[in-house]
């Protein structure tokens, strides 16, 4: 799968990740990840990237259950339909867990913002409301 430029200054982290699977057994499976500004891409094999999943920011409500261990930092990401994914990554260079969780509050915020700027332009759209906000004006 070939990246445009755009998409390629979007790309916050890539790497490797372990997924738990959710088969009976549960294995680790490594996996290569791409963590843009508006999605997590999960991809099973490294050098083929074009069958892939990918999980919107705007589908996972939080990171959650960070453990640490000696070699291992867990995590999970919940979905907004309540689904939890495990992830395990190596020790501290990698923190995924953190630069996920950052990605998504950068989103929830710009998410936030534009709602903010659309409710205003509906408020100024709407007859009668500038002579209301000058009458509240000292």
Same mark, same amino acid.
């Given at each position: 799968?070939?990246?445009?430029?755009?998409?390629?200054? #979007?790309?916050? &982290?890539?790497?490797?990740?372990?997924? =738990?699977?959710?088969?009976?057994?549960? !294995?680790?499976?490594?996996? +290569?990840?791409?963590?843009?500004?508006?999605?997590?891409?999960?991809?099973?094999?490294?050098?083929?990237?074009?069958?892939?999943?990918?999980?919107?920011? #705007?589908?996972? &409500?939080?990171?959650?259950?960070?453990? =640490?261990?000696?070699?291992?930092?867990? !995590?999970?990401?919940?979905? +907004?339909?309540?689904?939890?994914?495990?992830?395990?990554?190596?020790?501290?260079?990698?923190?995924?867990?953190?630069?996920?969780?950052?990605?998504?509050?950068?989103?929830?915020?710009?998410?936030?913002?534009?709602?903010?700027?659309?409710?205003?332009d509906?408020?100024?759209?709407s007859?009668?409301?500038?002579?209301?906000?000058?009458?509240?004006?000292?």
């Amino acid at each position: 799968m070939k990246m445009s430029a755009a998409e390629i200054s #979007q790309v916050l &982290k890539e790497g490797e990740l372990e997924k =738990r699977s959710d088969n009976l057994l549960q !294995f680790w499976r490594r996996k +290569t990840c791409v963590l843009t500004t508006d999605s997590l891409n999960i991809y099973g094999d490294t050098q083929k990237r074009n069958r892939g999943k990918e999980l919107k920011l #705007q589908s996972i &409500k939080k990171v959650d259950c960070v453990e =640490r261990t000696g070699k291992f930092v867990y !995590f999970t990401i919940v979905t +907004t339909d309540n689904k939890e994914i495990d992830f395990r990554c190596p020790g501290e260079e990698n923190c995924w867990n953190a630069v996920i969780t950052m990605a998504l509050i950068d989103y929830q915020n710009r998410k936030a913002i534009e709602d903010f700027k659309t409710r205003q332009d509906n408020e100024g759209a709407s007859p009668g409301q500038q002579e209301r906000r000058m009458a509240r004006a000292p």
